[in-house]
Nanobody
Framework: VQLQASGGGLVQAGGSLRLSCVAS????????MGWFRQAPGKQRELVAT???????NYADSVKGRFTISRDNAKRTVYLQMNNLKPEDTAVYYC?????????????WGQGTLVTVSS
């Protein structure tokens, strides 16, 4: 699988960013897609997931601020991030979990850095 995340950048607190991730080499339309993030010195954490049918789930820390969506024709998953906070600063990664796998792929790609200034 190849996962190419993009869209990160530097934004002030309260601002917005939209991340994109193109996935290839997997059965995208039937895969659960997820966004994760890893802040400096912390473990990677799950931010949001979306099923092939478009049902999303979110970590409590981002509920009401982040929205995950997908375009199966473009093999792309998005993360709209609004009302960003300094604690959202992290490298954001996407990953896929096809129905024939019990876990996310081991190759996380390079991620995209989001920096939120106070």
């Amino acid at each position: 699988v190849q996962l190419q995340a993009s869209g990160g950048g530097l934004v002030q607190a309260g601002g917005s960013l939209r991340l994109s991730c193109v996935a290839s080499g997997t059965s995208f339309s039937v895969s659960i897609m997820g966004w994760f993030r890893q802040a400096p010195g912390k473990q990677r954490e799950l931010v949001a997931t979306i099923t092939g049918g478009g049902s999303g789930n979110y970590a409590d820390s981002v509920k009401g601020r982040f929205t995950i969506s997908r375009d199966n024709a473009k093999r792309t998953v998005y993360l709209q991030m609004n009302n960003l906070k300094p604690e959202d600063t992290a490298v954001y990664y996407c990953n896929a979990r096809p129905p024939y796998r019990g876990d996310w792929f081991a190759d996380w790609g390079q991620g995209t850095l989001v920096t939120v200034s106070s």
